[in-house]
Every structure is written in structure tokens, then in C-alpha cells.
């Protein structure tokens, strides 16, 4: 069974909003550490935004402002606003998690290596 399934992932046009959810197989979410990652075609996977398990929170320079990353440890659900999307953010979004003795420093939230378990991802397709 999957541990993370991604979902809210579409077709827009620049200056849109979608918000992505990723429910998780994960108990208790609280002691997890999550993120968001991107994989555009043609280039490496990289993070996006992440939240630790004291809600701090880390985003990549192109998101700051317009990303919101949160976590709902009741629902067991990770979520990412997206306003103002640019065409550059297309991408395949995948949602991490990793137990938080893996990710204590905030400084490795965007690393990939950090993160044991991985969802199957959702495209977001942003045209101008």
C-alpha cells in the first residue's frame, strides 16, 4: 500500500492557484517531517518546501512568498498552497517524509536524502 498519495495537481494559467494535499499511511504525523519536491522534465528533483515537527518551515528561494507549506497532524495531511504560478512550476510534485530523528537540523529539510519515504506525484502544469 502507498504511504503517501498526492492529489489537487492540474492545468492552469500563470497567475493561478492550486493547493496539493498528501495524505499519509503515517502514525503519529507528528513525529514526521515533510516535504515537497519537483522534478521538471529534463532536470533534477529538488525541494520546494518542507515543514519539521516543531512546524518551522523551509522553502526554496523561487517559492518564498507565494508557497505556503502546512501540516495537519489530525488529518494526516500535508498540504502546499500555490498562488501566483509561473510557468516555470510546471513540474511533477512529490510529497517525503522522514521520521524526525533524520531531519533535527532545519538546514537538511530540502535535502532529498533525508526524506525515507516518497509518494508517486502529482503534475501541476502552469502556461502562459
Known amino acids: 500500500a502507498q504511504v503517501l498519495v498526492e492529489s489537487g495537481g492540474g492545468s492552469l494559467q500563470a497567475g493561478g492557484s492550486l493547493r496539493l494535499s498528501c495524505a499519509a499511511a503515517?502514525?503519529?504525523?507528528?513525529?514526521?517531517?515533510m516535504a515537497w519536491f519537483r522534478q521538471a522534465p529534463g532536470k533534477e528533483r529538488e525541494g520546494v518546501a518542507a515543514?519539521?515537527?516543531?512546524?518551522?518551515?523551509r522553502y526554496t528561494n523561487s517559492v518564498e512568498g507565494r508557497f505556503t507549506i502546512t501540516k495537519d497532524n489530525a488529518k494526516n495531511t500535508l498540504y502546499l498552497q500555490m498562488n501566483s504560478l509561473r510557468p516555470e512550476d510546471t513540474a511533477m510534485y512529490y510529497c517525503a517524509a522522514s521520521p524526525f530523528s533524520r531531519c533535527a537540523a532545519r538546514a537538511m529539510l530540502l535535502v532529498q536524502t533525508v526524506y525515507d519515504y516518497w509518494g508517486q506525484g502529482t503534475q501541476v502544469t502552469v502556461s502562459s
Open positions: 515543514i519539521n515537527t516543531v512546524g518551522s518551515t
Open positions: 503515517l502514525y503519529p504525523l507528528s513525529t514526521y517531517c
